[in-house]
């Protein structure tokens, strides 16, 4: 079992993979976000004050925690799959660094492997200014930087994970995932895209659909297996830019590596929040 869904994750990548072997296969994970600010997507729960830079409570929801979580499930679901990873590399240095899934050695790696900044003041860099961390960034890093980081180290496939917000004006009765990959709803060629490139990048979106809503505890308020949302992120966002000769809109997704984007349910939706508090209900997620 284990070779035949390697088997076809290769065949997925037909059309543009660097990879000849299995035990070749390259993937990059992007746990979105990273840190503890404003921006990380904070959601108070009960008994839990609202988010404030100073002193922050950590406790609460914070969407860095819970894509962090989610990305170490789906290294493990990796490492089940035969995907080679050795965890006793890249073991001492500085703490955002440290950790064998930030070693470009790896098959297996991770834009990062914790969530901070551990320091007085969780702001971020705007607001901190000449007073910000040289590692502040480490966490939340920026998304140029990661797009570059994968194009140069010969990865095969790329996921970046999240979780979805209408606003930020509290808890909504909205719940439901989409799958987003650089380009067209139509796969179209344009200056900066390759139609091959967003083929194969929805297509895998198209084989995670079906595991993803199989996950029924969520409680989707829309869509169905048979009826995904899944999107060229030119068509949904109505825009887009070209950068290092990538066109579209996310900046996590401007590079060369076949891949998307997904937003795995609403945690403005109070149920999905509280439970993917639970690192078992991240790790089920993440396997799908």
Known sequence: MKKLLIAAALGVLSLSAMASTADELRV???????????????????????????????????????????????????????????ETLNQ?????????????????????????????????????????????EYYN?????????????????????????VDNSGWKTTNFPIVLYRG????????????EHSQASREMAQKVWPYHMANTHEGWTAYSTNNPNIRGDLNFYGSGSI???????????????PGFLIEGYFHQYAPAALRHMNWDVDYIEAVA
């Open 28 to 86: 990059y994970i992007n746990p979105g976000h990273g840190s503890w600010t404003a921006n990380d997507r904070p959601m108070p729960i009960k008994g839990h004050g609202a988010y404030s830079r100073y002193n922050t409570d950590t406790l609460s929801f914070f969407e860095s925690n819970t894509n962090l979580r989610k990305g170490f499930g789906v290294l493990e679901k990796l490492r089940a799959m035969g995907l080679k990873f050795d």
């Open 92 to 136: 001492t240095g500085d703490r955002h660094m440290i950790g064998a899934a930030r070693d470009m050695s790896n098959n297996i790696v991770m834009s990062h492997v914790k969530c901070g900044p551990y320091h007085d003041d969780n702001g971020t860099k705007n607001q901190l200014g000449n007073n910000a961390p040289a590692d502040l």
């Open 141 to 165: 890093r920026s998304l140029p930087e990661i797009a570059m980081e994968v194009d140069a180290n010969n990865f095969d496939m790329f996921i970046s994970i999240h979780s979805n917000a």
């Open 184 to 195: 067209y709803d139509d796969c179209h060629v344009e200056e900066g895209l390759v139609a």
């Open 243 to 257: 950068a290092r000769g990538y066109k579209g809109y996310l900046g996590v997704l401007k590079h060369g590596v």
